[in-house]
C-alpha cells in the first residue's frame, strides 16, 4: 500500500515538472516581462501540495498559509504578535487564573449561512483529542482540564474536558493550571471551530471544494491536486471584504522554475532560493526579515549508534554552525540553543560549540570507529536549500570525523509520512512559532508531542517545560527554560540546533498592502493589486 502510494505521488510529481516546465518555457518565449495579469487576482506559489485542509489534522506551513486565509478563530495575531480580537469579541479571565470566558460576534455566519455557535468550538476542540481522531497537534489543548487524559484515553466521557457552551454565544474554557499565553494561543489553526455535520456528512472528502465552508475572508473555489488551489473572496465574511477577488496558490516545487514564472510576471510572491538571494538584493521587488523560525537535524534516538549520547554530542560538536549563512546567504543567525533570538527568554550562550576535537574524543568514548561505520544516513525533503544543508553537514562531518554520509531527499508528503510511521537515522526539520511563546518551541520536544520524532523522553525536560508554562515570574521563567535547554541541547542532544533562518521573498511591484511578520503569517485580506 505504502510504496503503490509513493509511486502515485512520484508520478504526479513528474506531470507537475513537465507541465511548470512548459510554462516556464512558454512564458519565456512569448510573454514579455510584467505582462497584463489578471485584475484583481493574487498569484503566490505554495511551493507544495498542502497534505491536509483539515484544521485538526494539518501540521505544516503550507496548510496554515491557505487556513489563515480561510477561517478565524476565537483570536487573530496582530502585526505586533499580540492576539487580537476575532471571532471572540472580548473575553475575560477568572481571579485565579483557571477559567476564560469567550463572547463570540453575533453576525458571523458560515460561507454556507450557518451561523457561528459556541458549540462549534466544543465539537471542534473534542475531535481534535478524541484519540480516534490521532491528531499530532492535539497536546496544543492539553492546557485544558482532562484534555490530556481523554486524549490518552483514560477517560471516555468527552463532556468531562473543560470547555462548554455557556449558551450560543459564550464559550467557557477550564485549565488544569493559569495559563498567561492562553489568548495567543487560540489564535491557532487548531483551535478553529468545527463543522461536525459537514466531516460527518462527506468524510475525508469534507475539505474539497464543494464541500468545504469557511469563516474567513476567502472560500475554497478550486482545489486541481498537486497544481493550484484557488480561493475566492467570501461574499458572507463578518469583516471589511478583501480588497482581492481571487488568490491563486500555484504548486511549484522548484525554486527556479518558481523564480522564472515571477520574472515572467505569472506569479506575485515567490520565497527565493538561496543562491538568488544576492541577485536580488538592493531590488524593489526584495524583502527579507528574520523569523521565529529555527532549523535543526533531528535523531532517532532509538537507532544505533544515535541511541548512545555521547554519539550524538559528538555530531553535534563537529559542526561549525558559522558554515551555514555563508552556503545559503539568506540572513540566517547561527544558533545552538532551541529558543530563537526574538523570543523571550533566549539564551545564546546554551548550545554544544564547534569542537572537532572533543567530538572524536567522544566518538573514542563510545567505541565507536568512523571509518568501519555504516554511512550516516540524512533524509530531508526536496528543496534547494536543504541540499545545501545537508551537503554542508555531509562535508564536515567527512572532515571533522572521518564519517561517511549518505543524503537522501524526499517529496514533501512522503517525508511527512515517514517522520511519523518510521522516522529516518537523521532527518532535517524547522519549527516556527506558532504563537510567540517560548512553550511553543520547547513542548515540541515532550513526551507527550506527537511533533516529536526524535524517540527521546526525559521526565526532567517534561516537568520543567511544564512548570515555566505556569510561571508569573519572568526571572524565575528563565531559569527554568534555561535548564530545560541545557538538557535538550547539551546534555540529551536528541536535536541539533543549526541556525534562525530569515524570510527572503521576491513580491511584485504591482502587489500592495503585503507585510510578512516574523511568525511568516500571511494576511491576504489586506492585500490589494494594482
Given at each position: 500500500m505504502t510504496r503503490g502510494r509513493r509511486g502515485g505521488l512520484a508520478r504526479a510529481r513528474?506531470?507537475?515538472?513537465?507541465?511548470?516546465?512548459?510554462?516556464?518555457?512558454?512564458?519565456?518565449?512569448?510573454?514579455?516581462?510584467?505582462?497584463?495579469?489578471?485584475?484583481?487576482?493574487?498569484?503566490?506559489n505554495l511551493g507544495t501540495e498542502p497534505p491536509s485542509l483539515d484544521w485538526a489534522l494539518a501540521t505544516d506551513g503550507t496548510s496554515f498559509l491557505l487556513l489563515e486565509q480561510l477561517m478565524r478563530g476565537l483570536t487573530r495575531m496582530g502585526p505586533d504578535l499580540r492576539p487580537q480580537p476575532a471571532l471572540a469579541e472580548r473575553w475575560e479571565v477568572s481571579?485565579?487564573?483557571?477559567?476564560?470566558?469567550?463572547?463570540?460576534?453575533?453576525?458571523?455566519?458560515?460561507?454556507?449561512?450557518?451561523?457561528?455557535?459556541?458549540e462549534q468550538f466544543v465539537r471542534g476542540w473534542r475531535r481534535l483529542l478524541s484519540p480516534q481522531t490521532a491528531a499530532e497537534y492535539a497536546y496544543f489543548l492539553y492546557p485544558v482540564k482532562n484534555a490530556r487524559a481523554f486524549n490518552a484515553g483514560e477517560i471516555d466521557d468527552p463532556s468531562a474536558v473543560g470547555v462548554r457552551a455557556r449558551d450560543r454565544h459564550t464559550l467557557e474554557v477550564e485549565l488544569e493550571a493559569p495559563l498567561v499565553y492562553f489568548p495567543s494561543l487560540t489564535t491557532f489553526m487548531v483551535t478553529f471551530p468545527g463543522r461536525l455535520d459537514l466531516v460527518e456528512r462527506y468524510g475525508v472528502d469534507w475539505t474539497e471544494p464543494e464541500h468545504f465552508e469557511t469563516l474567513g475572508a476567502f472560500v475554497l473555489e478550486e482545489w486541481r491536486h498537486e497544481y493550484k488551489i484557488v480561493l475566492r473572496a467570501n461574499p458572507k465574511y463578518y469583516g471589511p471584504p478583501p480588497s482581492l477577488e481571487r488568490v491563486t496558490g500555484y504548486m511549484v516545487d522548484m525554486d527556479s522554475t518558481a523564480l522564472v514564472l515571477f520574472e515572467q510576471g505569472l506569479i506575485d510572491i515567490v520565497r527565493l532560493p538561496a543562491l538568488e538571494i544576492r541577485r536580488f538584493r538592493g531590488r524593489p521587488e526584495y524583502r527579507t526579515l528574520p523569523l521565529l523560525r529555527g532549523y535543526y537535524y533531528g535523531f532517532n534516538t532509538k537507532l544505533p549508534p544515535f541511541d548512545?549520547?555521547?554519539?550524538?554530542?559528538?555530531?553535534?560538536?563537529?559542526?561549525?554552525?558559522?558554515?551555514?549563512?555563508?552556503?545559503?546567504q539568506g540572513g540566517e543567525l547561527p544558533s545552538g540553543s532551541w529558543l530563537p533570538p526574538g523570543m523571550p527568554h533566549h539564551n545564546a550562550a546554551i548550545g554544544l560549540p564547534f569542537d572537532p576535537e572533543r567530538a572524536r574524543a567522544l566518538l573514542a568514548e563510545a567505541g565507536v570507529d568512523?571509518?568501519?561505520l555504516p554511512p550516516v544516513r540524512i533524509v530531508y525533503n526536496t528543496d534547494q536549500t536543504h541540499k545545501l544543508v545537508a551537503e554542508s553537514v555531509q562535508a564536515q562531518w567527512r572532515e571533522n570525523l572521518g564519517l561517511a554520509v549518505e543524503l537522501e531527499n524526499r517529496e514533501w508528503k512522503v517525508f511527512l509520512k515517514e517522520l511519523v510511521s518510521r522516522p529516518p537515522p537523521i532527518y532535517r526539520l524547522g519549527w516556527g512559532a506558532d504563537f510567540p511563546d517560548p512553550d511553543n518551541f520547547m513542548n515540541l520536544f515532550t513526551s507527550s508531542s506527537a511533533n516529536n520524532h526524535t524517540g527521546w523522553s526525559d521526565a526532567r525536560y517534561d516537568r520543567l517545560v511544564a512548570e515555566a508554562s505556569r510561571e508569573l515570574d519572568p526571572a524565575r521563567r528563565q531559569v527554568l527554560y534555561d535548564r530545560a535547554q541545557r538538557i535538550l541541547c547539551e546534555e540529551e542532544v536528541p536535536i541539533i540546533p543549526f541556525f534562525v533562518t530569515s524570510l527572503n521573498l521576491a513580491v511584485a511591484p504591482r502587489v500592495h498592502g503585503f507585510e510578512p511578520n516574523a511568525m511568516d503569517i500571511y494576511f491576504l485580506d489586506s492585500v490589494s493589486v494594482r
Amino acid at each position: 500500500m505504502t510504496r503503490g502510494r509513493r509511486g502515485g505521488l512520484a508520478r504526479a510529481r513528474i506531470r507537475r515538472i513537465r507541465v511548470w516546465a512548459a510554462v516556464a518555457l512558454l512564458a519565456a518565449a512569448c510573454r514579455p516581462l510584467g505582462g497584463e495579469p489578471p485584475p484583481g487576482e493574487l498569484r503566490i506559489n505554495l511551493g507544495t501540495e498542502p497534505p491536509s485542509l483539515d484544521w485538526a489534522l494539518a501540521t505544516d506551513g503550507t496548510s496554515f498559509l491557505l487556513l489563515e486565509q480561510l477561517m478565524r478563530g476565537l483570536t487573530r495575531m496582530g502585526p505586533d504578535l499580540r492576539p487580537q480580537p476575532a471571532l471572540a469579541e472580548r473575553w475575560e479571565v477568572s481571579d485565579d487564573g483557571l477559567v476564560w470566558t469567550f463572547h463570540l460576534r453575533r453576525d458571523v455566519v458560515w460561507s454556507d449561512g450557518v451561523p457561528l455557535e459556541a458549540e462549534q468550538f466544543v465539537r471542534g476542540w473534542r475531535r481534535l483529542l478524541s484519540p480516534q481522531t490521532a491528531a499530532e497537534y492535539a497536546y496544543f489543548l492539553y492546557p485544558v482540564k482532562n484534555a490530556r487524559a481523554f486524549n490518552a484515553g483514560e477517560i471516555d466521557d468527552p463532556s468531562a474536558v473543560g470547555v462548554r457552551a455557556r449558551d450560543r454565544h459564550t464559550l467557557e474554557v477550564e485549565l488544569e493550571a493559569p495559563l498567561v499565553y492562553f489568548p495567543s494561543l487560540t489564535t491557532f489553526m487548531v483551535t478553529f471551530p468545527g463543522r461536525l455535520d459537514l466531516v460527518e456528512r462527506y468524510g475525508v472528502d469534507w475539505t474539497e471544494p464543494e464541500h468545504f465552508e469557511t469563516l474567513g475572508a476567502f472560500v475554497l473555489e478550486e482545489w486541481r491536486h498537486e497544481y493550484k488551489i484557488v480561493l475566492r473572496a467570501n461574499p458572507k465574511y463578518y469583516g471589511p471584504p478583501p480588497s482581492l477577488e481571487r488568490v491563486t496558490g500555484y504548486m511549484v516545487d522548484m525554486d527556479s522554475t518558481a523564480l522564472v514564472l515571477f520574472e515572467q510576471g505569472l506569479i506575485d510572491i515567490v520565497r527565493l532560493p538561496a543562491l538568488e538571494i544576492r541577485r536580488f538584493r538592493g531590488r524593489p521587488e526584495y524583502r527579507t526579515l528574520p523569523l521565529l523560525r529555527g532549523y535543526y537535524y533531528g535523531f532517532n534516538t532509538k537507532l544505533p549508534p544515535f541511541d548512545d549520547v555521547r554519539v550524538r554530542r559528538a555530531l553535534a560538536h563537529a559542526i561549525d554552525r558559522r558554515e551555514f549563512p555563508k552556503v545559503l546567504q539568506g540572513g540566517e543567525l547561527p544558533s545552538g540553543s532551541w529558543l530563537p533570538p526574538g523570543m523571550p527568554h533566549h539564551n545564546a550562550a546554551i548550545g554544544l560549540p564547534f569542537d572537532p576535537e572533543r567530538a572524536r574524543a567522544l566518538l573514542a568514548e563510545a567505541g565507536v570507529d568512523a571509518s568501519t561505520l555504516p554511512p550516516v544516513r540524512i533524509v530531508y525533503n526536496t528543496d534547494q536549500t536543504h541540499k545545501l544543508v545537508a551537503e554542508s553537514v555531509q562535508a564536515q562531518w567527512r572532515e571533522n570525523l572521518g564519517l561517511a554520509v549518505e543524503l537522501e531527499n524526499r517529496e514533501w508528503k512522503v517525508f511527512l509520512k515517514e517522520l511519523v510511521s518510521r522516522p529516518p537515522p537523521i532527518y532535517r526539520l524547522g519549527w516556527g512559532a506558532d504563537f510567540p511563546d517560548p512553550d511553543n518551541f520547547m513542548n515540541l520536544f515532550t513526551s507527550s508531542s506527537a511533533n516529536n520524532h526524535t524517540g527521546w523522553s526525559d521526565a526532567r525536560y517534561d516537568r520543567l517545560v511544564a512548570e515555566a508554562s505556569r510561571e508569573l515570574d519572568p526571572a524565575r521563567r528563565q531559569v527554568l527554560y534555561d535548564r530545560a535547554q541545557r538538557i535538550l541541547c547539551e546534555e540529551e542532544v536528541p536535536i541539533i540546533p543549526f541556525f534562525v533562518t530569515s524570510l527572503n521573498l521576491a513580491v511584485a511591484p504591482r502587489v500592495h498592502g503585503f507585510e510578512p511578520n516574523a511568525m511568516d503569517i500571511y494576511f491576504l485580506d489586506s492585500v490589494s493589486v494594482r
